[in-house]
């Protein structure tokens, strides 16, 4: 199944207390509550370039399933991590403490962080 393509999150749910125990601050956190990303998914066989836009801020990561890899959290921290394929619609990856799972039915990505007892989820369309 191919994850290519672009997103635009629809809803998300636990945003400001999941970002404040991640540490962002409380004005980044106001700021990008009520943002709709967009995240873009280019996928060649197992290397993924992932870049996810929110109002002025970039994320972006690039992954080879199974190797391990350099990821810039939300934080603008760098960590290692190894993301994993589940089957053949989910990307799994814990970094420093967060479970990170990506899930794809059809025209719709499901991303659920996990940090302890607390869980962040974001759904997005393809658009």
Known sequence: MSFAGKYELQSQENFEPFMKA???PDDQIQKGKDIKSISEIVQDGKKFKITVTT?????????TIGEECEMEMLTGEKVKAVVQLEGNNRLVANLKGLKSVTEL???TITNTLTMGDLTYKRISKRI
Do not use: A, P, T, W
Not at 58 to 63: I, Y
């Open 55 to 63: 109002g002025s801020k970039v994320l972006h990561n690039e992954f």
């Open 105 to 107: 039915n059809g025209d």
């Open 22 to 24: 991640l540490g962002l």
